[in-house]
């Protein structure tokens, strides 16, 4: 799955710059979630495009063509997948993952591992496209003619926190945005609360004292 990743590292780069306002749309959002202080890490770094602005760094990520740019942005990413994370108990404050949720081979799996790693009271932060807005039902129609999405499988806002809440986080919170075709976005949107319009969301859950990360 992470094939495409490896071969098409520049084209992932080009995305970002060709789509600029959806792009800093999207780190809005993702930057109202953020807690103001604190140690996190990012499950699926990619190039670096979500962990540099916060300054996170440190990551998993397990395409090498990817871990490279990601590097170049100062960001301690080391190969790994979000089932297995190479990290210790409770050494970590916030736990990030965009979009990655659509390539993992066990998003639960992911989930109790991030849980894990979290102190208690952590904050897990997850980027999606949601598959039920006009943009991920988009993207799931013509899948098959994008090299990234191809063997993505999307999910939609209620499934995630259905898995956030098995593993054990809660206190939920939702910001959305990309409210248009990335591409027709000429400025920066101002993330929103809630879901239901937008086609980006980001939804942030606490670690509870208990839970399941077995």
């Known amino acids: 799955m992470y094939g495409a990743f490896d071969e ?9 710059t060709q789509n600029a306002a959806a792009y800093q749309s999207e780190v809005d959002a993702v930057g109202q979630c953020i807690p103001a202080k604190g140690c996190g890490f990012e499950i699926g770094v990619g190039t670096g495009r979500f962990s540099a602005p916060f300054g996170i760094r440190h990551g998993v990520e397990p395409s090498e063509p990817m871990r490279k740019i990601a590097l170049k942005r100062g960001i ?12 210790h108990d409770k050494e970590f404050d916030f ?3 965009v979009t990655t949720i ?3 081979d ?9 849980w894990r790693v979290l102190k208690n009271q952590g904050v897990m932060i997850t980027g999606l496209v949601d598959k039920l807005s006009f943009l991920g039902r988009k993207y799931e129609e013509h899948k098959n003619g994008n090299v990234f999405y191809k063997d993505a499988r999307f999910f939609s806002v209620y499934e995630v926190v259905n898995l956030m809440t098995k593993t054990g986080f809660g206190q939920f919170d939702f910001r959305q945005t990309i409210f248009g075709v990335p591409s027709q976005i000429s400025a920066p949107e101002k993330a929103k609360p809630g879901f239901g319009k937008g086609a980006f969301i980001v939804v942030r ?3 509870n004292s208990t839970g399941d990360a077995a």
């Open 8 to 16: 098409n590292s520049e084209l992932y780069e080009h995305w970002f």
């Open 76 to 87: 301690h990413v080391v190969s790994g997948t979000g089932e297995e994370l190479p990290y």
């Open 95 to 97: 736990a990030l993952m």
């Open 102 to 104: 659509c390539f993992a």
């Open 106 to 114: 066990d998003p639960l799996r992911c989930f109790k591992e991030a």
């Open 205 to 207: 859950g606490i670690k």
